[in-house]
C-alpha cells in the first residue's frame, strides 16, 4: 500500500491476475452451499458459505495465482463445515452426534423419509470422508474431480469415498 | 444397501437465495473493511450504466457499449480483485447522477478516485472535471491546462480513455474547428448529453 501522492494507486497492481470476487460468487456460491447443506445441514448453511466467502475475501489478494480458484473455495469451505460439526458436537444437546442413536437435531432435513439419521451420520464421518462423500453423491462428481477439488489423486477420493460408505453402511445396519 | 446410495443422491437441498447471500455478504464485507471496490448498475437515457466506487470516490462510470467482465476484470486487476456487487454504497453515486439527467443537477459534490489514470491523462482529466455545466471547451484548451499546449492528440486520447465519463464531463470537449470530435460511448450518446446541458438544440 504506496501513497505516491494524494491520487496514487492503492493497489500496485501484481502479475496476478486474479478474477473480480463477485465473479467467484456468481459462479460458486450455488455449488459451494449445496455443499455445505449436504455437509452440515440445511440450517447451518447459509452461515457457513458466508464465513467461507469472508474468509476467502480476505485472503483473496494475497494469492500468490489465480489457478483452481474453485478447489480453493472447497477447501475453505470444507475446513468451515468441519469446524461447525466440531461446534455441533459440543453442544450438549448434540452428543448423540458422536454416538449412536440420532435425536431430532435441529439441522435435521425434514425431507428424510426413515429417520435413521443418515445425514446426522454423514455430518458425523471423518472430515475428509464426509467431503469425498458428499462431492461424490450430493454433488455427483467422479473421482478425478473430487481429487482435484480435495487436492488429492483420484485414488485416495475413492479411498475416502469408499471408506464412508462402509463407515455409513455399518453404522445404520448396527443402528 | 444400494438403497442408502439413492437417498445420498437423492438429497433435496435447499435453494440458495441469491440476494439475501448478498446483501448478508456485503454488509459483512464492508464492516470487515474488505468490500474495496463496489459497484452496481443503472438505468439512465444513455443507457445502462455501471458505477463502480472505492472507499475514496468513483472510480469507474462505464456505458453498455462496454463489456462488463472487461471493465469488472481491469477493476479486479488494476484497483482491487476485492469486488463486489453491492448497489447500497453506490447510492449517492446513482442519486446524483439520476438528478444530473433530470436536469435538477448541474455539478456533482462526489470525491473521484483517479486509480485508472495515469501521467498527462490525470492532468487533462482533472481540467476536464473543472469544465462547467453546459459550457463546452476544445482539446487544445485542455492540453494546455494540462501544460502541453500542442498536445492535443494525446489531450483526445486521454479523454477517449476517460474512465468516469459524465462525471468527468469529457462530453463537454469540442474540436477547435466546432465540430463534436469523438466520444468512446459513442457519438450519440455525446448529442444527448450536450442537449441535456442546453448546448445543441433539441
Known amino acids: ?175 | 444397501m444400494p438403497d442408502m446410495e439413492q437417498r445420498l443422491s437423492g438429497a433435496p437441498l435447499p435453494k440458495l437465495d441469491g440476494e439475501r447471500l448478498m446483501s448478508e455478504l456485503g454488509r459483512r464485507a464492508q464492516e470487515a473493511g474488505l468490500a474495496d471496490v463496489a459497484y452496481a448498475s443503472m438505468d439512465s437515457p444513455v443507457g445502462e450504466l455501471l458505477v463502480a466506487v472505492t472507499e475514496r470516490g468513483v472510480v469507474r462510470v462505464a456505458f453498455s457499449s462496454e463489456v462488463t467482465d472487461e471493465v469488472l476484470a481491469e477493476l479486479a486487476q488494476r484497483v482491487s480483485p476485492r469486488l463486489l456487487r453491492l448497489p447500497e454504497r453506490t447510492d449517492t453515486v446513482r442519486r446524483e447522477l439520476d438528478e444530473y439527467f433530470e436536469g435538477k443537477r448541474h455539478g456533482f459534490d462526489l470525491p473521484l478516485d483517479w486509480s485508472l489514470v495515469r501521467g498527462f491523462a490525470r492532468g487533462v482529466l482533472h481540467a476536464t472535471a473543472r469544465v462547467p455545466f453546459g459550457q463546452t471547451t476544445t482539446y487544445r484548451q485542455m492540453a494546455e491546462a494540462a501544460g502541453s499546449p500542442r498536445a492535443s492528440r494525446a489531450a483526445g486520447n486521454a479523454l477517449g480513455s476517460n474512465p468516469i465519463p459524465i462525471v468527468v464531463p469529457c462530453h463537454r470537449v469540442l474540436h477547435s474547428g466546432g465540430g463534436l470530435g469523438g466520444y468512446a460511448g459513442g457519438l450519440e450518446r455525446k448529442r444527448t448529453l450536450l442537449t441535456l446541458e442546453g448546448v445543441l438544440g433539441g
Open chain 1, 1 to 175: 500500500m504506496r501513497r505516491s501522492h494524494g491520487n496514487g494507486p492503492r493497489h500496485v497492481s501484481s502479475a496476478v491476475t486474479l478474477p473480480p470476487f463477485q465473479l467467484l460468487v456468481d459462479r460458486h456460491a450455488g455449488e459451494l452451499h449445496r455443499f455445505l447443506a449436504a455437509s452440515i445441514g440445511p440450517d447451518l448453511a447459509e452461515d457457513c458459505l458466508q464465513d467461507t466467502l469472508i474468509s476467502a475475501l480476505r485472503a483473496y489478494p494475497r494469492l500468490r495465482h489465480g489457478q483452481n480458484l474453485r478447489a480453493w473455495l472447497y477447501t475453505i469451505a470444507h475446513n468451515k463445515a468441519t469446524d461447525a460439526v466440531r461446534r455441533m458436537a459440543r453442544r450438549p444437546a448434540s452428543v448423540e452426534l458422536d454416538g449412536m442413536p440420532p435425536g431430532r437435531e435441529p439441522s435435521h432435513p425434514a425431507h428424510e423419509p426413515a429417520d435413521d439419521g443418515l445425514w446426522l451420520r454423514v455430518r458425523a464421518l471423518p472430515g475428509r470422508q464426509r467431503a469425498a462423500v458428499v462431492h461424490r453423491f450430493v454433488m455427483d462428481l467422479d473421482y478425478r474431480a473430487i481429487g482435484e477439488l480435495m487436492g488429492t489423486t483420484e485414488e485416495a477420493a475413492r479411498q475416502n469415498v469408499s471408506a464412508g460408505l462402509k463407515r455409513l453402511r455399518k453404522e445404520l445396519t448396527d443402528a
